[in-house]
C-alpha cells in the first residue's frame, strides 16, 4: 500500500482518474482501541460496513475480535 501525507498529495501525485482508496491505518486502529476501551459490552465490527482486507485486519489487530457477517465469502474474509 503505497502512503501519502494527505489526500491532497496523493491527488498530486496520481492525478487518478478513478476512485481512489484512502485508508488512515494508524487512526482506524486508534479509534478502535478507544472504542474496545470505552464500551462496556462486547465488541463486533459488521463485516458489510467495510468489507476491505486491509480495514478488517487492522481492526483485528487492534483488538475487535468478534464480526458479523451476512454470507458465506464474509466468512471466509474473517478467518
Do not use: W
Amino acid at each position: 500500500m503505497r502512503g501519502f501525507d494527505d489526500a491532497d498529495a496523493m491527488v498530486a501525485a496520481l492525478e487518478p482518474s478513478y476512485p481512489v482508496y484512502c485508508l488512515r491505518p494508524q487512526v482506524l486502529a486508534e479509534n478502535a482501541r478507544r472504542f474496545i476501551e470505552d464500551f462496556p459490552g462486547r465488541v463486533m465490527y459488521a463485516v458489510k460496513c467495510n468489507p476491505h482486507p486491509a480495514v478488517l485486519h487492522y481492526l483485528f489487530e487492534a483488538g475487535i475480535e468478534h464480526f458479523d457477517t451476512a454470507s458465506l465469502p464474509e466468512i471466509a474474509q474473517v478467518r
